[in-house]
């Protein structure tokens, strides 16, 4: 069983990761004319509108007894009705990438806490910091997955024909039993890590980019 402080470091993120995901979806949907998220009240930042019975407390608590150094999860998807949009196939799109657009946002954050946590040797920051960019990478990259209902699909259905965009969507009834196919055939190990490693290194090398940007305009500025 996991001690307290790494329950600590890794709740927050994950609470944060899945609440900004799913809020993000709903905010988008707003702006492109469907209010149906808004109107059930989950355009917010409570965690509790978000919780998923099976995604938000029975996996990450079954990976917290394993003790597999992680915790993985997933909030109740936000209601979408893509036929309200002002443009259905872009405002698919848009929504779609909003959640993992949100996810990456955030995993910067948390690699700028890191680099904070690192210049102050707060050793726990740190470690926080860590599950924070490692989750939102995670999420963001797993929901980029062109199997429906992940939010890749959405984007894939968007970019079809509408012919081919309706029978595509008739495997969203067998998505869950190919993501577990996926898993146990190694899939995470062969797809969705290699992606997390590049997504992870781009954002490390354009958050130092940054910051030296930052450096060097304040220098020449003063």
């Known amino acids: 069983m996991p001690d307290l402080q790494t329950l600590f470091i890794w709740i927050i993120p994950v ?10 979806h709903g905010w988008i949907a707003g702006k492109f004319g469907d209010h149906t998220a808004r109107m059930m009240g989950r355009v917010t930042l409570n965690p509790v509108k978000h919780i998923d019975p099976v995604g938000t407390i029975l996996v990450p608590a079954a990976l917290l007894i394993m003790s597999t150094g992680f915790i993985f999860g997933w909030a109740k998807p936000v209601p979408i009705n893509f036929n309200a949009l ?11 990438l909003a959640g993992p657009g949100a996810n990456l946002i955030m995993a910067i954050g948390w690699l700028l806490v890191a680099f904070l946590a690192i210049n102050m ?16 990478i995670l999420l963001a990259v797993f929901n980029l997955l062109p199997i429906p209902p992940l939010d890749g ?18 495997i969203e009834q067998y998505g869950f039993f190919i993501l577990i196919g996926l898993m146990f055939m190694g899939g995470f190990t062969y797809i969705v890590l290699p992606i997390f ?9 354009l958050t130092v980019l940054t910051l030296f940007g930052l450096m060097a305009f304040i220098f020449c500025k003063d």
């Open 15 to 24: 609470l944060f990761a899945i609440t900004l995901h799913e809020a993000a």
């Open 86 to 96: 002002r443009s259905p196939k872009s405002g698919m799109i848009w929504v779609a």
């Open 121 to 136: 040797n707060i050793p726990i920051l740190l470690k926080m910091a860590g599950a924070g960019i490692f989750i939102n």
């Open 153 to 170: 699909s959405r984007v894939i259905c968007a970019l079809l024909p509408n012919p081919l965009a309706y029978r595509y969507n008739q």
């Open 197 to 205: 490693g590049l997504v992870l290194r781009g954002m490390s090398t």
